[in-house]
């Protein structure tokens, strides 16, 4: 989680209104009854956890920054809210003295409240940690990304209407996210991503070779459902294979071929048996051999196979 390695809220470029440590040691010599003694980085969290309240410091953004976000409904709460949001929303108790250390907490927080506020991650790149994924729409044309059909299909229509395409066909449907709820605004992510690396190669065919197949549009579809593929067309596997695919039973035999040994069979064994296999033939076939190429197989090895190749067959 970007919680647990976020930069100390109360240290890291805190601007003139919010307070820092030293702000705070400051306040307690003045007033040693005061629980913002108390309020180190460590007290802050904990004083946020107890209403199921994190921050949460987006990195993956051009210009960083820190959300407080609510862990029941994972979507950032405004610095004004954040200290009846738990209550309001989840019915979690917060007792008099609680609230007044939540809300010295949360004042004391470098942390933004709008979407206005903030700048959005690029296409195509993993989730946000820590903020709710939802089923919604993408644009085909732009970047803009909603929750509901409805709204797509008013997108479409407001700002794409020069396009001559059903507004069905003018949005796809994606996973996206957003930090706040009031006045969203979505953006796609790709769930897939999550926990690959940037040079991983599923990662880079989902940024480079994925968006350039979504937008081709010069491809003809099948015109029947008993079309083809093109490439079936060619390699005839279907026919091929047409005996190995009648069942189940014989369709996994079929699949079994090229799929690795498991875990429970042991590679030893696998290998040992195919070494046993090859053996037993190669046996069978070097007896039936003339006596010639039983002789070079002795002699030498390497020159049987072009011997046997110029040697007219008998
Ligand atoms: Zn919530
Ligand atoms: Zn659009």
């Known amino acids: ?59 993956s953004i051009p210009t960083p920054v820190s ?4 862990r029941e409904c994972r979507m950032g709460v405004t ?26 907490a949360i004042q004391s927080l470098d942390v933004v409240s709008s979407n206005q506020e903030l700048s959005y991650p690029l296409p195509n790149q ?31 229509s407001q700002v794409h209407r020069d396009i001559r395409k059903r507004a069905a066909d003018t949005f ?8 706040f709820i009031g006045n969203a605004h979505y953006f796609q992510v790709r769930p897939e991503l999550e926990g690959l690396p940037s040079e991983d190669l599923y990662a880079v065919y989902v940024n480079t070779i994925a968006p350039e197949l979504e937008s081709l549009t010069n491809i003809n579809g099948p015109v029947s459902q008993h079309e083809l593929p093109l490439l079936l067309k060619e390699t005839l596997w279907h026919q091929h294979l047409h005996d190995y695919v009648q069942d189940t039973k014989t369709t996994s035999t079929l699949v079994s071929l090229v799929k690795p040994p498991s875990a429970l069979v042991p590679y030893g064994a696998v290998l040992a048996r195919l070494i046993n296999m090859y ?36």
């Open 126 to 156: 993993p989730p946000i940690d820590g903020f709710k994924v939802y089923p919604g729409y993408s644009c085909n044309y732009c970047e803009f990304c909603c929750y509901s059909k409805a709204t797509a299909e008013k997108h479409k």
């Open 67 to 70: 959300i407080i976000v609510c």
């Open 1 to 59: 989680m970007h919680a647990a390695t976020s930069p100390n809220p109360l240290t890291d470029t805190a601007p003139p209104n919010v307070l820092k440590n030293e702000d705070v040691n400051t306040i307690h010599s003045a007033m040693p009854s005061s629980p913002l003694f108390k309020l180190n980085s460590d007290a802050v969290k904990q004083v946020l956890a107890d209403v199921s309240l994190h921050v949460v410091t987006v990195t």
């Open 279 to 314: 053996m037993h033939d190669i046996r069978q076939k070097a007896q039936k051999a003339d006596v010639e190429v039983k002789y070079l197989l002795i002699e030498c090895p390497r020159s049987v196979f072009f011997k046997s190749i110029l040697r007219p067959s008998t």
């Open 172 to 179: 796809k449907e994606a996973s996206i996210q957003t930090f």
């Open 79 to 104: 610095q004004k809210n954040a200290s009846t949001h738990p209550n309001n929303y989840h019915s979690i108790p917060i007792s008099t003295k609680q609230k007044r250390l939540l809300e010295e």
